[in-house]
């Protein structure tokens, strides 16, 4: 009995597009049939036999014109989107996940990565290796508050960053500790620009940081992940959706934790 229920549920739900569709477009709201038919670009005829299927299945009920979800429905309807959503940021990007080393991103946080959105790897073609992705400059200089952490020295940090300092932009950086020391070999004006600006924190991560780059800003979050290999391939993801930037401000917080700050060189 129980399994039959289960399958059937999972049947109705999973082997129409159409009605997998009405009920996610339900999840916004009530619908009547001329909005559900210009919403999902299908005819009355189409949409009928699945609108059927769902009332009997308590999916969805009927309130004179317009159809809504049922208290069931919403139960399935907010189990179903963390799924589609992991799914959507897999599949745009499939190759870039699998090989990637996940095992540095905290269990709970991994599990949420459909958080992620609409989100784009960006790939530096071979004349550009070595340079900081366009998209991601652009981005960070129109930022007005920023989180971020570095575990690989590059020669555009110090002064992205102590010019984001200067322009009052409140930014948080979390370095590791040869980073800072190459910082304070190569750009100390730079580095005490940063020390000095009373809207910028800078902490040294004592136990060393997995991830190449977490940076959250009020716009975006890019991040940087080694392959299987623990090899660094220049490849980074970036998204600009608010469930993105919330899951980016977690990541940084989890790292942030084993940080001592540091006010003076």
Same mark, same amino acid.
């Given at each position: 009995m129980y399994?039959?229920?289960?399958?059937?549920?999972?049947?109705?739900?999973?082997?129409?597009?159409?009605?997998?569709?009405?009920?996610?477009?339900?999840?916004?709201?009530?619908?009547?049939?001329?909005?559900?038919?210009?919403?999902?670009?299908?005819?009355?005829?189409?949409?009928?036999p699945q609108i059927k299927i769902l009332k009997k299945q308590e999916l969805i009920l009927q309130r004179v014109d317009t159809y809504e979800l049922s208290e069931i429905g919403k139960l399935v309807v907010g189990n179903m989107l963390p799924l589609l959503n992991t799914?959507?940021?897999? *599949?745009?990007?499939?190759?870039?996940?699998?090989?990637?080393?996940?095992?540095?991103?905290?269990?709970? =946080? +991994?599990? @949420?990565? #459909?958080?992620?959105?609409?989100?784009?790897v960006i790939e530096p073609d071979l004349n550009h290796m070595f340079d900081l992705p366009r998209e991601f400059t652009e981005n960070l200089t129109k930022s007005r508050c920023i989180l971020s952490?570095?575990?690989?020295?590059?020669p555009l940090y110090s002064s992205l960053y102590s010019k984001l300092a200067e322009s009052e932009a409140e930014v948080e950086l979390v370095l590791t500790e040869p980073v800072f020391e190459r910082l304070k070999t190569d750009c100390l004006?730079?580095?005490?620009?940063?020390?000095?600006?009373?809207?910028?924190?800078?902490?040294?991560?004592? *136990?060393?940081?997995?991830?190449?780059?977490?940076?959250?800003?009020?716009?975006?979050?890019?991040?940087? =992940? +080694?392959d @299987?290999? #623990?090899?660094?391939?220049?490849?980074?993801?970036?998204?600009?959706?608010?469930?993105?930037?919330?899951?980016?401000?977690?990541?940084?917080?989890?790292?942030?934790?084993?940080v001592r700050e540091v006010t003076e060189v």
């Open positions: 399994t039959g229920m289960s399958s059937s549920l999972c049947d109705t739900i999973w082997l129409s597009e159409k009605r997998k569709n009405l009920l996610l477009l339900l999840m916004e709201g009530p619908r009547d049939i001329e909005q559900i038919k210009t919403s999902l670009n299908v005819t009355s005829k189409a949409m009928m799914l959507e940021v897999i *599949e745009e990007n499939k190759e870039y996940w699998a090989s990637r080393d996940t095992s540095v991103i905290p269990h709970d =946080l +991994f599990m @949420r990565l #459909g958080e992620l959105g609409e989100c784009m952490s570095l575990s690989y020295y590059h004006d730079e580095l005490r620009t940063l020390l000095d600006s009373p809207n910028t924190v800078v902490g040294v991560c004592e *136990e060393g940081l997995n991830i190449p780059t977490i940076a959250v800003t009020d716009r975006f979050m890019y991040l940087c =992940l +080694f @299987r290999q #623990g090899k660094y391939d220049h490849r980074k993801v970036m998204s600009f959706d608010a469930s993105a930037l919330r899951w980016g401000r977690e990541l940084f917080m989890h790292y942030r934790k084993s």
